[in-house]
């Protein structure tokens, strides 16, 4: 069975500042995608970023990137310059070819102005 | 292109009752996949379909079930409604059921109350 465990259920960061999502997950296979999805209040689910995990690269989109340690079955998503309209649930998920997607619990982030 | 669109956005039923869903999926798409998400929870995977066939099912009582149409359209159904059926259904699509390579485009949710 697969898991993703997100062991941060709330978080803040300062406007401009940094902030890093935890996420590690349990799988038994070699080839799997990671993804994290932002959830808003909006409700609609947006895809932020995905990683291939027989990547070695770490994947980026913009200020957005991740810290993928394979061994560690550790994935990370870190925000730069946070702006108040990342203020949203963030979901982990990991998914192995034809299963479906596998959620963590989400992590709430708040941006302070 | 359009993107995926549920309906209706809120509702609220009794328990005892039936309700369906409907999911508009996002154009040149033929897959749908349908969660269900706990007020503080990640979501839940319920059901795949690909064309117009049952492809994966979760941990899910019978009483959940589904259609998808040749337009790719889809529905929910769950019957003898139950107080923990309460939650937001989001339906995604996708371009075949491989949710790693083909990713998911999700809707916005209908919201079930379940008094």
């Known amino acids: 069975a697969q898991t993703v465990t997100q062991s941060q259920p709330e978080m803040s960061v300062q406007e401009a500042e940094t902030v890093t999502l935890s996420c590690t997950y349990d799988t038994s296979e070699s080839d799997y995608y990671l993804f994290w999805y932002k959830q808003p209040p909006s409700r609609q689910m947006i895809l932020v970023i995905r990683?291939?995990?027989?990547?070695?690269q770490n994947a980026t989109e913009n200020r957005f990137s991740v810290n993928f340690q394979k061994a560690a079955k550790s994935f990370s998503l870190k925000i730069s310059d946070s702006q108040l309209g990342d203020a949203a649930m963030y979901f982990c998920?990991?998914?192995?070819?034809?299963?479906?997607?596998?959620f963590g619990k989400g992590t709430r982030l708040s941006v302070i102005a | 292109e359009t993107g995926v669109t549920q309906s209706p956005t809120h509702l609220i039923k009794t328990r005892g009752q039936q309700v369906t869903l409907r999911c508009s999926s996002q154009s040149g798409h033929n897959t749908v996949s349908w969660y269900q998400q706990a007020l503080g929870q990640g979501p839940q995977f319920i059901f795949q379909y690909y064309r117009e066939e049952e492809n994966g099912r979760g941990n899910f009582p019978p009483r959940f079930s589904g259609l998808q149409f040749p337009n790719y359209s889809s529905e929910l159904n769950v019957n003898a409604l139950e107080l923990d059926d309460s939650a937001l259904y989001l339906c995604?699509?996708?371009?075949?059921?491989?949710?790693?390579?083909?990713?998911?485009?999700f809707g916005a949710g209908s919201r079930l109350t379940v008094l």
């Open positions: 990683q291939e995990a027989y990547k070695q």
């Open positions: 998920a990991l998914v192995r070819g034809n299963t479906p997607l596998v």
């Open positions: 995604a699509s996708s371009l075949g059921t491989h949710s790693g390579a083909n990713v998911l485009t």
